[in-house]
């Protein structure tokens, strides 16, 4: 599976972003898809994850302010960013995780996330 990140940029404090990841192929109906980021000088955390059910997670840091969904159709997840802080400055990874045997993991490359203040 290849995932194909985009979307990143530079916004004002307060601006919005919307990332987007699309998958290469039909497993992505049955694979969890999440946003990660890593900040300079920090380890990758998870911003928001989705299960093929459609169930989110998100980060405290980010809840209330960001919204992750998907559209199997399109075998594409996004992540609707709205109220960006400087706090949120990072490179965004899509992951996708198969849930059944044998637990396969996948990354796309970063979309770097920049918030002026």
């Known amino acids: 599976v290849q995932l194909q990140a985009s979307g990143g940029g530079l916004v004002q404090a307060g601006g919005s972003l919307r990332l987007s990841c699309a998958a290469s192929e039909s497993i992505f109906s049955i694979v969890t898809m999440g946003w990660y980021r890593q900040a300079p000088g920090k380890q990758r955390e998870l911003v928001a994850a989705i299960t093929s059910l459609g169930s989110t997670n998100y980060a405290d840091s980010v809840k209330g302010r960001f919204t992750i969904s998907r559209d199997n159709a399109r075998n594409t997840v996004y992540l609707q960013m709205n109220s960006l802080e400087p706090e949120d400055i990072a490179v965004y990874y899509c992951?996708?995780?198969?849930?059944?045997?044998?637990?396969?993991?996948?990354w796309g490359q970063g979309t770097l996330v920049t918030v002026s203040s």
């Open positions: 992951n996708a995780k198969n849930p059944y045997p044998p637990f396969q993991t996948w």
